[in-house]
């Protein structure tokens, strides 16, 4: 972890011409006070006040301490004089959008640093930072979620501006490439862009005790090793709130590896009011046409696999609940989940997809999804179109899954139609548990499966449902005992399928 300099007397950016009045422009007084402090290492001290700022650029051996009633404020090029730092070149934004693929064109960003702090108790406020970007120039089937078809193209060009309009624009809070040895802390951090929080092929992370109530993204790990998010709160209806990702923005495949996600809370509650304290549901939809997000997730970009992942103690309200996908080959293996709990859950309340979309550079094959446990997972209030699902392909089927003590209770009310339909394989689809429709089971749906043991499931809906409780397709050595639901399993291309009640 980075040096927090104890030894040291805090050096104040006031001392540095900031003025902290939320009326200059007070970036180039915080970047002299870095580039001062950090020809020997020390903390930066950000006081009271309000300080409107373009982009500030960390060092190495540098803490940022935002002291209490510090707020960082970003600063808008359409109202004040300047703009962000430029997206740095090259590009690899072939493979994921234009956000994940930049960094300098961020509020505070570090690239190659390394024992960096950013500590509060104080704030980000990101509202001068725009959430939109351009997508991925890879447009082939799966580049958006099947939600979306019907967005026009006007709607599609202010959720994906052109490149020429993002010069002088910041779309994240934090954005970090390629560091070592980083401590983020205490902060708070509201609106915080397309990212509250980006790193990227960073190693030895700790993310602890942040307040984020951001308008798209909240934390994401990309391709980064040995990080730990713990006792976080994150509310972010319109996108993911905490997700791992092992995209191809490097120029090269990185697994996302050793990573543990602990005590954290997530939810999709309207914009702002995690930290206002209302916690408002007026918000139903977000910009993908799916019901809000809030979530944590594994994926969608996978190109350099996943191991080693850890996810316990952890709340989801008015989310979509945990997603695991791989679509864009690489590995996916070591992954446990335990004590979730889940409450008014927007999708599914588990999401398990192997696809085969392959964005990625030339040789990208279909990926691997293995050897997962999930254990002691609770969800309530689910929407009943979209059961835990867990589904593979024909010729690439998930492997060795263990879920233990899962109880699911749906609103119900599905029907006989409903009961008959017949899921598209959509192999090449993006991964979101609507991709599917409603499916044809109320509680667990399990295709192209190779492996799964299931000890001690309850299923219940508020309503009568006529579907089925559980569904399992062309599965080998499927095992699922002490079950609990209304309604009889159906199992269609089974071998060595048992499926016995709870006595």
Request: hydrophobic share 40%.
């Amino acid at each position: 972890m980075p040096l927090l300099t104890a030894t040291t007397v805090p050096v104040d950016v006031r001392n540095f011409g900031a003025k902290g009045d939320g009326v200059a422009l007070d970036h180039d007084a915080i970047n002299r006070a870095i580039v001062a402090v950090a020809r020997t290492g020390g903390t930066v001290l950000v006081p009271a006040g309000r300080y409107l700022c373009f982009s500030i650029r960390l060092l190495s051996g540098i803490t940022l301490m935002l002291a209490e009633g510090a707020v960082i404020e970003a600063a808008d090029p359409a109202r004040h004089a300047g703009g962000y730092d430029l997206p740095e070149p090259p590009s690899n934004d072939v493979y994921q959008d234009f956000g994940h693929s930049h960094f300098h064109n961020s509020l505070i960003w570090g690239d190659g640093v390394h024992d960096v702090a950013i500590i509060g108790p104080g704030m980000i406020d990101g509202i001068g930072l725009t959430r939109e970007g351009p997508g991925a120039r890879w447009t082939k089937a799966g580049s958006h979620p099947a939600s979306m078809r019907g967005v026009t193209a006007s709607e599609m060009r202010q959720l994906e501006p052109d490149r020429s309009l993002m010069n002088g624009r910041g779309n994240k809070a934090i954005a970090l490439k390629n560091a070592r040895r980083v401590r983020i802390a205490d902060l708070t951090i509201a609106r915080g862009g397309h990212f509250a929080i980006l790193a990227t092929g960073c190693d030895d992370v700790a993310i602890e005790r942040l307040r984020i109530d951001t308008n798209r993204d909240g934390i994401d790990i990309d391709a980064c090793r040995h990080v730990t998010i713990r006792d976080c709160q994150v509310n972010s209806p319109n996108d993911d709130a905490i997700v791992l990702k092992a995209s191809y923005a490097l120029g090269e495949t990185r697994a996302c590896e050793d990573v543990t996600i602990t005590g954290c809370t997530v939810s999709g509650y309207d914009p702002g009011t995690l930290l206002d304290g209302t916690r408002g549901r007026t918000q139903a939809l977000a910009p993908d046409r799916d019901r809000v997000t809030g979530r944590i997730k594994l994926g969608t970009e996978s190109t350099g696999g996943f191991r080693r992942i850890r996810i316990e103690d952890c709340r989801f309200l008015r989310s979509r609940g945990l997603a695991i996908e791989m679509v864009d080959g690489g590995v996916l293996e070591e992954v446990t989940a335990r004590n979730l709990s889940m409450e008014e859950v927007t999708t599914a309340p588990l999401f398990l997809r192997l696809g085969d979309r392959r964005r990625g550079p030339a040789g990208t094959g279909v990926g691997r999804l293995r050897h997962v446990s999930i254990a002691n997972l609770t969800a309530t209030g689910i929407d009943p179109r979209y059961a835990a699902t867990i589904a593979g392909l024909p010729d690439r089927p998930v492997e060795d899954v263990r879920l233990t003590n899962i109880d699911l209770r749906y609103a119900g009310g599905g029907t006989a139609a409903e009961a008959a339909r017949v899921v598209p394989e959509a192999r090449d689809g993006y991964p979101e548990p609507s991709m599917f429709g409603t499916l044809p089971a109320y509680g667990l749906y399990v295709r192209h499966v190779r492996g799964l043991a299931v000890k001690g499931l309850t299923i219940a809906t508020d309503t009568p449902d006529t579907r089925p409780p559980v569904i399992v397709e062309d599965a080998r050595n499927v095992r699922i005992t002490d079950l609990r639901a209304s309604g009889e399993p159906v199992v269609r291309d089974g071998r060595n399928v048992r499926i016995d009640a709870a006595s």
